[in-house]
T-cell receptor, first 115, second 114 residues
């Protein structure tokens, strides 16, 4: 069966420090991968999605970047964190046809606090 | 670009009360519509979805949603809520005509009290 791993679960970082959140998927090949952010009162905001290795689509211009160095690995990064980067970050995957089926499988999330 | 509006931020209901959560979307083309639910301490999961056909969609746990194209709406309903329905509910949309990711609403927190 397919599983998605996301870590760390919680992270407290000072302003200006770098960020690296990792997400891996097991049990499937060539998944579509997504990073969402859930901020208080703002719902789920799509940040990045990827349909293949090295292919990244950015939905919201901001202080963050994403990379997909391997088929089932999706990394969210920042060179210098801002206070406004605080939030709950969710990784998700879907089957290659998933963008049409809408069936996303979410990870357990990372609560990021930038102080 | 697509957008989704959920007008109710927090809804508080007593057990056995009826539920209706509003969802309106903005998009000029054909869409797929979804409701996701996040129970406390659990992952987001799909509750129900609409692609085409009967505009009244039945989901798990007695939930249903009705697609009204003229109103650009996809409201979620349940005739009688239970304490276990306490969760956050997200409406989402994507285009039916291309490989586009889901766009979510801001979510509605439902609290069911005894």
């Amino acid at each position: 069966s397919q599983t998605i791993h996301q870590w760390p679960a919680t992270l407290v970082q000072p302003v200006g420090s770098p960020l690296s959140l990792e997400c891996t998927v097991e049990g499937t090949s060539n998944p579509n991968l997504y990073w969402y952010r859930q901020a208080a009162g703002r719902g789920l905001q799509l940040l990045f999605y990827s349909v293949g290795i090295g292919q990244i689509s950015s939905e919201v211009p901001q202080n963050l970047s994403a990379s997909r160095p391997q088929d089932r690995q999706f990394i969210l990064s920042s060179k210098k964190l801002l206070l406004s980067d605080s939030g709950f970050y969710l990784c998700a995957w879907s089957l290659p046809a998933g963008m049409l089926s809408g069936k996303l499988f979410f990870g357990s999330g990372t609560q990021l606090s930038v102080l | 670009a697509q957008s989704v509006s959920q007008h109710n931020h927090h809804v508080i209901l007593s057990e056995a009360a009826s539920l209706e959560l509003g969802c309106n979307y903005s998009y000029g083309g054909t869409v797929n519509l979804f409701w996701y639910v996040q129970y406390p301490g659990q992952h987001l999961q799909l509750l129900l979805k609409y692609f085409s056909g009967d505009p009244l969609v039945k989901g798990i746990k007695g939930f249903e949603a009705e697609f009204i194209k003229s109103k650009f709406s996809f409201n979620l309903r349940k005739p009688s809520v239970q304490w276990s329905d306490t969760a956050e509910y997200f409406c989402a949309v994507n285009s039916n005509s291309g490989n586009t990711p889901l766009v979510f609403g801001k979510g509605t927190r439902l609290s069911v009290i005894a």
